[in-house]
Every structure is written in C-alpha cells, then in structure tokens.
C-alpha cells in the first residue's frame, strides 16, 4: 500500500477492525440488528486484545532469553562466575 505522498505503507490491521466496528455501530443505531452492545463493539474488544497478546508473548520471550542468560552466567564453570570468585578472593587475602 502506499500513502498520498507515494510512500509504502505497512497497512496493519486496524482499519479493518474500525470498519467492522462502524458498520454494527450503523446497523445497530438503525435497528437493522437488534443486537446487544457487547457484540457491535466486539471488533474493538478483539483488537485489543490481539494486542495484549502480543504484549505478553513479546515479555514472555524476552523472560525466557533473560532466564537463559542468567542460568548461563550461573553455572559454576562459567568464565564470569570463575574471575569473579578470584576477584573476592584476591580481596579477602589482602
């Protein structure tokens, strides 16, 4: 897709759920559809929550690459926990 100014666009998928919004919201003012306020705001809900989602699937991957970076540097033959042991001890015979 691409704007007014020729440019590409990434398109994303909310105006597709603004539209499925306005259209119940018409239908519904109109009394085409005799349907509770829940629904005709459904499309919002289901946005939302995708993005939720998303949220917490991109923290959840973050966490675990975080944990593994931490169970890594823990292990008791790591270079890190290795110099660091030397350090304290080099401290405390002084």
């Given at each position: 897709?691409?704007?007014r100014k020729g440019r590409k666009s990434s398109g994303g998928g909310g105006g597709?759920?603004?539209?499925l919004f306005l259209i119940f919201l018409i239908?519904?003012?109109t009394h085409v559809i005799d349907w509770s306020w829940?629904?005709?705001t459904s499309?919002?809900?289901?946005?939302?929550s995708v993005a939720v989602g998303l949220g917490i699937l991109f923290f959840l991957v973050i966490g675990i690459i975080l944990l593994a970076a931490i169970v890594g540097i823990?292990?008791?033959d790591?270079?890190?926990v290795t110099k660091s042991k030397g350090m304290f001890r080099k401290k405390s015979e002084e």
């Open positions: 897709m691409t704007d597709t759920v603004v539209l239908l519904k003012l829940l629904w005709v499309p919002l809900w289901i946005g939302a823990a292990r008791h790591s270079k890190i």
